[in-house]
């Protein structure tokens, strides 16, 4: 059973995002939305052959689309109207599969009747996309089992949970070893008082239920994921008078960050790297996280925690790895670990991702995905 406080948070978002939300415009802050920034051509085609009614009720807060997806098994946390899984359902393609789930009736129904609509877009003999209602703490109750998920996504929902341990934990079993959760959310950059976590509509917004980022390192080292990689991260600048007067100086940011499960082997050593480019849309360079990214060709030293994940997960076949000291085939240039400046806080990468923005010249049309900001 869940505890009152916890089931009149669900019956709050259910509402919320069933009966008050029609359509991403009825929103009162600019939380729940995705900033703009560059969204490669084949993840921008895919976005577009979404029907326009599930593409209208869009609540998410960013681009939950990870590279390597052919005949992968994905899960998407809060899927909301479907939006995510009918762009990832083209690109895992026929033989892989992606489960949504979410707790708010109206929300899958929407998802459901556009089923036979996106198969026969793509040309699918037989439907690679299923949704679930049920809760995302839940996930056993929902028949999904151990170690069945290759990927986990999710966008904009865990704030809306109040036990987040309990999500992270259930992604942590149903993903196979070597899977990742690769999530956009919202943090705050301090713990949230009383008055903003109770506030109904803050909650509701995606703001009141907002972790302290520094939080999310924590939970995932107790519930075994390896610590969190940042990806992309946005200031959220919220635009409602009534509301910022509630929120005082606590700031929030939008954030994307990958978890990867590895399996349990010898602890790796600082390796270098080369990715062979045989990733689909990314085959020149793989933006791995805020902190690597990956030349075709190139060779790059990583530290110990990245060589551990290149070699066990789904990555490993793009990458030749070798431990520092054995020699690589010379490719471009070499680019040295010591250099490096590794950024994990999300509101400092933003500030950094706001000042490259504010430089670089409005190109809207160029692929921003359903947003508030150009770039
Ligand atoms: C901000 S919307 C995002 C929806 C979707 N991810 C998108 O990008 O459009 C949040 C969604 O999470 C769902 N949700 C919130 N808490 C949930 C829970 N505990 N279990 C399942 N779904 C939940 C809500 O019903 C809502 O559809």
Redesign the pocket.
Known sequence: MAAPRDAEI?KD??TY?GQVLKKGADLQTNA?VTAAGPVPKHIREALQNVHEEVTLR???CGLVIPESLENCWILDL????G??CYALSQLVGEKGHVTG????EG?VEVAKKYIDYHMEKYGFQAPNVTFVHG???KLGEAGIKNESYDIVIS???IN??PDKQQVLQEVHRVLKHGGELYFSDVYASLELPEEIRMHKVLWGE?LGGALYWKDLAILAQKIGFRPPRLVTANLITVQNKELERVIGNYRFVSATFRLFKLPKTEPAKRCQVIYNGGITGHEKELIFDANFTFKEGEIVEVDEETAAVLKNSRFAQDFLIRSIGEKLPTGGGCSALESKDVITDPFKLAEVSDNMSSRCAPDVASGCCGTKKSC
């Open positions: 669900w978002v259910q995002y729940c869009y609540y998410g809060g899927s909301g109207s939006r995510d789930i979410d707790m708010t929300q809760y995302i703490e966008n904009c929902v809306l949970v995606c």
